[in-house]
C-alpha cells in the first residue's frame, strides 16, 4: 500500500504478529522508530489478536504503522500472512513482538538487498542475540534466542523475504499452529532455487523471559509442529536422532523411561537404560564447580527440572505425531 503522507510505495515492509505482549511490542516499536532508515521508505505492519484487555497501542507518531485488528485469534502464520499481503513493499522483513531491531536494521537489510541485486531469489537473515538489557536474566529456565550463523529453522525474529518469493511459494502454510511455519517457510523458498544469505551485521535483539517450572512445561507441551515438518518434508526425517526422535534428549529419556518401567521384571538392571540420559543432562547443565551442599542441592533441582521438561516436549511431540500420523518423539 503506499504511503499516504508521500504517494510513494515503501520499499520494505516489517510485519510483526501480536498476541498479549504489548508492552513488549511497545519497546519493539519504540527500536523501529529510530530506524536510521528514513521513514518514507519503510513502513510497519502489525496483526495482533482482538485485545482482550482493552488496552489500546500508543507508538511513535513519527512511525509510518498500521495495525490489523482481527475479530478473532490467530496463529502467527496466519498474522504474518495477514500482514505481508497488505502491503505492496517488494520486501518483507519478518520479526516478533519481544525483539528490538537495531537502529540500522533495516538500512542493513537493504544494503544486503542491494548488492544482491535485489533479486527475487535471495532471502535475508540476520543475526540475533539476547536483549543486551535483559541478559542478566538469562539463566536456569529463562529463555531467549541467539543466532549467530545461517539457522537451518529459518527463525522469523530476523529474516527478510522479496514479496516475489513470497507469492511464489504462496507465503506461510497456515496448517503450523504453533512454531514450523518459519522452518516450513525457508525450505519451501530453496526447494524453488532461492538461496538463504546470512548477514552478521543484521541485528536483532530478542527479549529473555524468565519463566518457572510450570511455564516452561506448557511451553513444551506447545511443541507438536516437528512431525508436521517431517511429513511436509520427509528428507528432515535423515537429521533426526535415529531417525524417530527430535532430539538426542527424547531419544536418551524414553530409554530412561522405559529402563525404569522395567526395573521391577529386570531387578534393577534396566536401570542402567537411564545412564546415557543422566550423562547428557549434566553435560548440558551450566559447568559450575560443586563445592558446597547448596551448590549440589541446586544443581540437582536444575537437573530434576531439565528432566520434566524433556519429558514434555516428548509428550507434545508425540501429541503431533499422532495429529499428523508422522513417527516421532
Avoid at 99 to 116: G, I, K, Q, T, V
Avoid at 167 to 177: A, I, L, N, S
Wanted: charge should be neutral; aromatic fraction near 6%; glycine fraction near 6%.
Amino acid at each position: 500500500m503506499n504511503d499516504p503522507r508521500t504517494g510513494s510505495t515503501p520499499e520494505v515492509c516489517v510485519v510483526i504478529p501480536n498476541r498479549n505482549r504489548d508492552t513488549r511490542l511497545t519497546f519493539a516499536l519504540d527500536a523501529l522508530a529510530e530506524q536510521t532508515l528514513a521513514p518514507d521508505r519503510f513502513e510497519v505492519i502489525v496483526v495482533r489478536d482482538r485485545p482482550s484487555r482493552g488496552l489500546e497501542l500508543q507508538p511513535p507518531p513519527e512511525l509510518p504503522l498500521r495495525v490489523i485488528e482481527l475479530d478473532h485469534d490467530a496463529e502467527p502464520s496466519r498474522k504474518r500472512n495477514i500482514g505481508w499481503r497488505a502491503s505492496d513493499a517488494p520486501l518483507v522483513a519478518f520479526t516478533d513482538d519481544d525483539c528490538r531491531p537495531a537502529a540500522d536494521w533495516l538500512e542493513s537489510l537493504l544494503a544486503a538487498w542491494d548488492n544482491h541485486g535485489r533479486s527475487a531469489d535471495v532471502f535475508l537473515q540476520g543475526r540475533t542475540e539476547p536483549d543486551p538489557d535483559e541478559r542478566h536474566l538469562l539463566h536456569r529456565l529463562a529463555r531467549s534466542q541467539t543466532i549467530r550463523e545461517p539457522s537451518p529453522t529459518f527463525q522469523c525474529c530476523n529474516i527478510a523475504y522479496p514479496r516475489r518469493l513470497l507469492e511464489r511459494v504462496g507465503g506461510f502454510d497456515e496448517e503450523f499452529d504453533f512454531g514450523g511455519e518459519d522452518t516450513d517457510l525457508g525450505l519451501r523458498a530453496l526447494d524453488t532455487g532461492a538461496r538463504r544469505i546470512y548477514f552478521d551485521d543484521v541485528l536483532v535483539w530478542h527479549a529473555v523471559h524468565p519463566r518457572g517450572l510450570a511455564a516452561a512445561v506448557r511451553d513444551s507441551l506447545r511443541w507438536k509442529s516437528q512431525p508436521l515438518l517431517i511429513k511436509r518434508h520427509p528428507e528432515l526425517r535423515d537429521q533426526m536422532v535415529h531417525r524417530y526422535f527430535w532430539k538426542e534428549a527424547h531419544a536418551g529419556i524414553v530409554l530412561a523411561a522405559a529402563g525404569v518401567a522395567l526395573a521391577p521384571r529386570t531387578g534393577g538392571l534396566s536401570l542402567l537404560a537411564a545412564i546415557p540420559y543422566a550423562r547428557w543432562n549434566r553435560k548440558a547443565a551450566p559447568r559450575k564447580r560443586l563445592t558446597s551442599p547448596r551448590s549440589v542441592a541446586a544443581l540437582s533441582v536444575l537437573l530434576a527440572e531439565r528432566t520434566v521438561i524433556d519429558a514434555a516436549e516428548v509428550v507434545g511431540t508425540a501429541r503431533g505425531a499422532i495429529r499428523y500420523r508422522t513417527p516421532l518423539l
